[in-house]
């Protein structure tokens, strides 16, 4: 029996190191066809002007730290939750509250809008994803209506809809993403791969719509095919936990945010990271990251309370926000592009433009 | 956590006798502290150092402050760095985070004794109350938390008095790094299950690194696109789609964030029967773009329509509706996009090739959701490769980019203090569900009723 232990373990050794080896061999592959650096071919693109952007809203009612939020397909309505276990519906325009659900749950690490604008998908410690319909009928308890739909073996940390209110996609702290089936809680799909918490996930906005991309403890970005469950490119250049993956808006690149206070730029034809957007000054780590419509800006929230503001071309910082009072949590660019929202620990979300 | 050791390389950095900040000796009232430097000096060292704003210097020094790398010498109660003559110190190593954290209940015990018994009332509020809840949780090491406290405070009697001071400033501002406040953000909390990290929850077992080898064989056989090629795509995508991106380029008449008017939500409503310039333009952007956009997409199928081939556009829907749709409806789904596309003498039938049929047929007599997956994208790749490039030569196209107009921007409010009315609009969740006549519905699902 001992026997059998100690050669277990060294076929563990072996396996391991042959897989560093690979990934060595990967990275010599991926170096020969890298030509040119972005920088240099953005050269002759003009510059950005000055950019005075200001807090248009701010949006109190948090009685937390406010963990992540999503836009309505309407470009004004918000979803936030917090880590008191609320999670609000917010007219972010007029700053008006619409619902607010109490979960039975602390820390809502994830929350997200319906496509039809009807239901909102939330979780975190309870390790469970749970869609609310939204009602304006007094006489009903949102609470009631609500079906728990994912099931991790640990903290939820994001999730998504696919493209109708049917499907969700979550990715947690057990290491795994799962595409779920809303109306019957059925398990579609799991991708495993992460070799800890996956903290973060982002829908490819491509025409055959079969990818997404997911971010973890574990330092990798890995995209995967929603319908076989397998990885299909993994990057891992990363030094540290990465926090937010977001698609680049023509769905060739993906860029990531990290505690190694850089964001990253993958590119996926080319199989490579392109661009590291970071300043000897930025010590904190990013903890949310979001494409302006163009893809010529990205909006980085990190965990000193401030917001960087990246040309995303010549891979220099154009601004710096200052404003919240706690660390940014979570950001995204609304669906017209006409402002960002960040939530951040001090209680708040503010709407940028 | 990296940003610690980032920190710390900072101020060690500042503290170079050549290169950094400037230390002087700070008289306090009778007592000199040598090796002190002024919140000014700090922000201007950064400001240098990093090539940064002053604001930015000024907040970056802020942050080394509330994490106790830097401490105040006067009024150590508060964590705030003031850029002008006051005092502050670099923190000895052995009270950095990363040398002694998470800070113990015991420690913690011992310093508030020893202010209790300095002097009678210094602890503040919230730390009496800590006082008294510490003193019921150890309770049965309370004697050893006393006597530590008076050997504590005799050892110091012993030092000279600026030495005293300054460890009293330093255990001070540790204690209020790692006990804030309450309603002081703590510096130091973590998400939770972060800190463990380490510990994998992932069994690394010989499946692990078997799928990893796997992986990197396939990656390896891959074919990859020139460096130069991707980056110019970038180039002139950013360039392209620039002028559409309020963040960018503005958008008229107003960005409704700015100027309080809705009219550019209204002007660009989903279904809007004179749609903007811009928005024209962009469904020739890309196929996606045109599809995406409902007014858009609508006057595709208008055009499809009149080439007879409607039913691909029909079909595409259908089989997006199956794709995303719930895991019950599938069978119906397939079956009724069978009969109405697929069925020889089908009342819309679609045209695709014979190779691709047999594999659809084939596998629909096992109907799953990825079943019209390869017809599917048969139909898009035609409607994309012919339909689509036709559509945008086509005078219909022509008409209604000649039709769309520009917005104007609205004109300057006159008194800037009078603000305008928000308008609210209905949720979403209030409209009726659309009732489209396509037999496999439209495009969204609504809210799925059954």
Redo the contacts between chains.
Sequence with gaps: MATEALHENETLASLKSEAESLKGKLEEERAKLHDVELHQVAERVEALGQFVMKTRRTLKGHGNKVLCMDWCKDKRRIVSSSQDGKVIVWDSFTTNKEHAVTMPCTWVMACANAPSGCAIACGGLDNKCSVYPLTFDKNENMAAKKKSVAMHTNYLSACSFTNSDMQILTASGDGTCALWDVESGQLLQSFHGHGADVLCLDLAPSETGNTFVSGGCDKKAMVWDMRSGQCVQAFETHESDINSVRYYPSGDAFASGSDDATCRLYDLRADREVAIYSKESIIFGASSVDFSLSGRLLFAGYNDYTINVWDVLKGSRVSILFGHENRVSTLRVSPDGTAFCSGSWDHTLRVWA | ???LR??ER?VVSMQDPDQGVKMRSQRLLVTVIPHAVTGGDVVQW?TQK?C??E??AR??GA?LVQHGYIYPLRDPRSLVLRPDETPYRFQTPYFWTSTLWPAAELDYAIYLAKKNIRKQGTLVDYEKECYDRLHTKINHAWDLVLMQAREQLRAAKQRRKGDRLVIACQEQTYWLVNRPPPGA?SVL?Q????GS?AA???H???D??????E???R??G?T????????????S??????P?????SG?LPS????SDD?A??VM?APTVVAPTKLRVERWGFS??ELLEDPVGRAHFMDFLGKEFSGENLSFWEAC??L??????QVPTLVDAVYQQFLAPGAARWVNIDSRTMERTLEGLRQPH??VL?DAQ?HI?MLM?KDSYPRFLKSDMYKGLLAEAGIPLETKKRVFPFSRRP????P????LPTPVEPTAAGGP?????VA
Excluded: T
């Excluded at chain 2, 692990?208 to 080898?213: A, C, G, L, R």
């Excluded at chain 2, 969204?444 to 799925?448: A, E, F, Q, W």
């Design positions: 956590m990296p940003h980032k920190m900072v950064l990093f940064i704003s604001e930015e907040h970056l942050v953000p909390e998400s939770p299950g972060r990290c994998s929850r992932v690394m077992r010989g692990f690194y078997k799928q990893e080898i992986y990197c064989r990656a390896l891959r990859r696109v020139k460096s130069s090629v991707c980056l110019e795509a970038y180039l995508f950013c360039g392209q789609r620039g559409h991106d309020p963040l960018v958008c960005n409704p964030w700015i809705d550019y939500w660009n196929f996606r997006e509706e794709r995303y749709g719930a895991q019950a959701r990825y997956d994208l898009y994309k928000r308008h609210s609009s949720s979403p969740a209030l969204g699902g609504g809210d799925g």
